[in-house]
């Protein structure tokens, strides 16, 4: 699910977006409850009409913020009261409130109000962290009115087996559509994501979908498919969109290198996006070295391709059962080669 944090995909259009075979966007709560505010967004028919997205849309609760901005936050039972980062005022955001700011924006998936713990913390601290997660959760589903919005709720437990186990079993155990695994990528080691994911995705339900929250690296995908992950998100492939860099057959470039100036072939000739079809490599490196907008565009818009193309490819995988942790599908020797 490419990142759409503030309804808009950075750089990227709705149309363009659709493009690269995108079928569901994340949106997050806290930061359009700050701008435009939920009231513009419900007035203007919700979100998907307010970003012009015809495809299913998913709001985070506003939790990872809990994380992300803690030195902006005061965290109790109650909730979270954030300082607003724009002019400093309170702003109190509690399980009720953060399903009701998704309720007015109309997504088709609302996320609750969850915890997130950093790491390192404590064994207490993140204990802590889970039950207050699990209460929250209850008051979430008490909250939530509309049948036409599923409710995820979020795994936490940091890096402590038992607690991963524990908070598995209370969050499966309120029978939701859905089940995210929050709490990682968060500055832990990424074995430790992969022997998270290997732990908790076993124990949640295999008739619903499993996401894993903010994880958009290959290998990290892949290895999380296998252990039964159906859906993700992350910031990475605009973010190095953004900063000159194209994802190519697993590897990252850097199209501010010198040795693509003379370049005047495709990108990745096996890729259909714009930026493939249309423009040389030459001609990306000279946008970026020039700081054309066009250059963010196009290399955003080729890297979300290339992820999209990836879990494509590995859906056809699963389905032909060729399909492993190792999954490199541009590789010619490779069982799912045709699929790329």
Same mark, same amino acid.
């Given at each position: 699910?490419?990142?759409?944090?503030?309804?808009?995909?950075?750089? #990227?259009? /709705?149309?363009?977006?659709?493009?690269?075979?995108?079928?569901?966007?994340?949106?997050?709560?806290?930061?359009?409850?700050? $701008?435009?505010?939920?009231?513009?967004?419900?007035?203007?028919?919700?979100?998907?009409?307010?970003?012009?997205?015809?495809?299913?849309?998913?709001?985070?609760?506003?939790?990872?913020?809990?994380?992300?901005? /803690?030195?902006?936050?005061?965290?109790?039972?109650?909730? #979270?009261?954030? *300082?607003?980062?724009?002019?400093?005022?309170?702003?109190?955001?509690?399980?009720?409130?953060?399903?009701?700011?998704?309720? /007015?924006?109309? +997504?088709?998936? +609302?996320? +609750?109000?969850? $915890?997130?713990?950093?790491?390192?913390?404590?064994?207490?601290? #993140? %204990?802590? +962290?889970?039950?207050?997660?699990?209460?929250?959760? %209850?008051?979430?589903?008490?909250?939530?009115?509309?049948?036409?919005?599923?409710?995820?709720?979020?795994?936490?437990?940091?890096?402590?087996?038992?607690?991963?186990?524990?908070?598995?079993?209370?969050?499966?155990?309120?029978?939701?559509?859905?089940? /995210?695994?929050?709490?990682?990528?968060?500055?832990?080691? #990424?074995? %430790?994501?992969?022997?998270?994911? *290997?732990?908790?995705?076993?124990?949640?339900? $295999?008739?619903?979908?499993?996401?894993?929250?903010?994880?958009?690296?290959? *290998?990290?995908?892949?290895?999380?498919?296998?252990?039964?992950?159906?859906?993700?998100?992350?910031?990475?492939?605009? *973010?190095?969109?953004?900063h000159g860099t194209a994802l190519v057959a697993g590897e990252r470039w850097n199209l501010r290198n010198a040795r693509f100036r003379q370049d005047h072939t495709p990108l990745d000739s096996s890729c259909s996006c714009t930026a493939c079809r249309h423009h040389s490599r030459a001609y990306l490196h000279h946008l970026i070295?020039?700081?054309?907008?066009?250059?963010?565009?196009?290399?955003?818009?080729?890297?979300?391709?290339?992820?999209?193309?990836?879990?494509?490819?590995?859906s056809h995988a699963i389905q032909d059962g060729c399909f492993s942790e190792d999954f490199a599908p541009w590789q010619p020797g490779s069982a799912a080669h045709h699929t790329w």
């Amino acid at each position: 699910m490419p990142v759409g944090t503030l309804g808009t995909v950075k750089g #990227v259009s /709705a149309t363009q977006l659709a493009d690269t075979g995108a079928q569901m966007v994340l949106a997050n709560t806290y930061h359009l409850h700050l $701008q435009p505010g939920e009231g513009i967004v419900a007035e203007a028919g919700g979100l998907h009409r307010f970003m012009g997205w015809n495809g299913p849309l998913l709001t985070d609760s506003g939790g990872f913020q809990v994380f992300s901005l /803690a030195s902006l936050n005061r965290i109790d039972d109650h909730g #979270v009261t954030f *300082r607003n980062p724009r002019d400093g005022s309170q702003i109190q955001l509690t399980p009720e409130r953060a399903i009701d700011i998704q309720m /007015a924006l109309g +997504a088709d998936v +609302a996320m +609750a109000f969850d $915890q997130c713990p950093p790491y390192p913390a404590s064994e207490s601290d #993140v %204990e802590a +962290a889970c039950q207050r997660t699990h209460r929250w959760l %209850e008051r979430c589903l008490n909250a939530h009115k509309r049948s036409d919005q599923a409710l995820f709720g979020i795994v936490q437990g940091g890096c402590y087996p038992h607690l991963r186990e524990q908070s598995a079993r209370a969050v499966a155990s309120f029978d939701l559509p859905g089940i /995210a695994i929050g709490g990682v990528s968060v500055g832990e080691p #990424v074995e %430790e994501i992969h022997r998270i994911v *290997r732990q908790v995705s076993p124990l949640l339900p $295999q008739d619903r979908p499993r996401y894993l929250m903010g994880i958009g690296t290959l *290998r990290e995908i892949a290895i999380a498919v296998a252990s039964g992950i159906d859906l993700f998100d992350c910031v990475l492939p605009t *973010r190095l969109g953004r900063h000159g860099t194209a994802l190519v057959a697993g590897e990252r470039w850097n199209l501010r290198n010198a040795r693509f100036r003379q370049d005047h072939t495709p990108l990745d000739s096996s890729c259909s996006c714009t930026a493939c079809r249309h423009h040389s490599r030459a001609y990306l490196h000279h946008l970026i070295r020039s700081e054309e907008l066009l250059g963010l565009t196009l290399l955003s818009l080729h890297n979300l391709t290339q992820l999209i193309r990836f879990t494509t490819a590995i859906s056809h995988a699963i389905q032909d059962g060729c399909f492993s942790e190792d999954f490199a599908p541009w590789q010619p020797g490779s069982a799912a080669h045709h699929t790329w």
